[in-house]
């Protein structure tokens, strides 16, 4: 017959393994309501924001085929956002060369689409009415930029709308979209209207394909050969050496206006 400390502990290592098992019960209830969990309108324009965010270059891309792409840097970040939660981001564009003088310079929209629209996520682009102040926004300290109530207040004028919708499973992407039939507005080199697409693929890489027509229909601007493929960059880019065989920078900047909407 056991002692009364038997029993003490006895009765003690049951109540432990109780409490363990518990404990396991709930994590696994926590854990399958999370998996289970259906992403919300909010969810989705969120991985999109995130996805947008970041530096990101075309080196590989120029390095298959420097004819007909150059390695451009895009950076992105977070800059304000708005009373009904849509991610504001500032962006732009440069040369790898010369990131201290992009060639565009962009805001951003991120937020759910319309319910009454099939799709996803909406993203919508904004020039920027003070502009030379943004420049480099991202790369300097947070105390050293325009406010978040400066930047909303610096959105001028509307210049596309892409709708996203989640891409299928099996496919590279994981939302991809365009601007709506017929484009948007656009004047810049003889053209009328502009179209956009865009791709978020796994691991943060952007694809973009921006161009121009004018009213029948001829491209008179951007790239013709396929969009653009922003990849994040590593840690060390910015102290490669390497050489892809681009012309120089002023031979670049010639060239680019066949690709690009430089910034007016």
């Known amino acids: 017959m056991g002692t009364g400390s038997d029993s ?11 409490v363990v098992k518990a404990a396991f019960l709930i994590g696994g209830a926590i854990l399958l309501k999370r998996l289970t969990k259906s992403t919300t ?8 924001a995130d996805s947008l965010s970041g530096e990101k270059f075309t080196r ?3 390095s298959r085929d420097p004819d007909n792409f150059f390695n451009i840097r895009m950076l992105t970040c977070p800059a304000a956002e708005m009373v009904d939660g849509s991610k504001v981001l500032y962006f732009e564009q440069a040369f790898w060369r010369t990131p201290q003088k992009p060639f565009r310079q962009r805001i951003y929209m991120v937020k759910p689409c319309p319910k009454e629209l ?3 996520v909406e993203v919508s682009s904004y020039a920027i009415r003070e502009v030379e102040e943004y420049k480099n926004f991202c790369d300097r300290p947070k105390d050293q930029r325009p406010l978040p109530d400066e930047v909303i207040g610096d959105i001028g004028e509307h210049l596309t709308t892409i709708h996203l919708k989640r891409c299928e499973r099996g496919k590279r992407c994981l939302y991809e979209g365009s601007t709506p039939p017929g484009g948007f507005p656009n004047s810049w080199t003889g053209a009328t209207y502009c179209t956009s697409e865009l791709a978020v693929l ?7 394909w921006d161009r121009g027509y004018d009213d029948d229909g001829n491209q008179v601007w951007g790239v013709k050969e ?20 681009f012309p120089p920078p002023q031979t670049m900047e010639k060239r680019i206006e066949g690709s690009f909407v430089l910034q007016e």
């Open 60 to 62: 590989e891309q120029a």
């Open 8 to 18: 003490d502990s006895n009765g003690w290592g049951r109540a432990r393994g109780l």
């Open 202 to 208: 796994k691991n943060n890489e952007i694809h973009t």
């Open 41 to 48: 309108r909010w969810d989705h324009a969120r991985i999109v």
């Open 226 to 245: 396929g969009p653009y493929e922003f990849k994040p960059a590593p840690m060390s880019s910015f102290n490669d050496t390497f050489s892809l065989n």
């Open 118 to 120: 099939k799709c996803d």
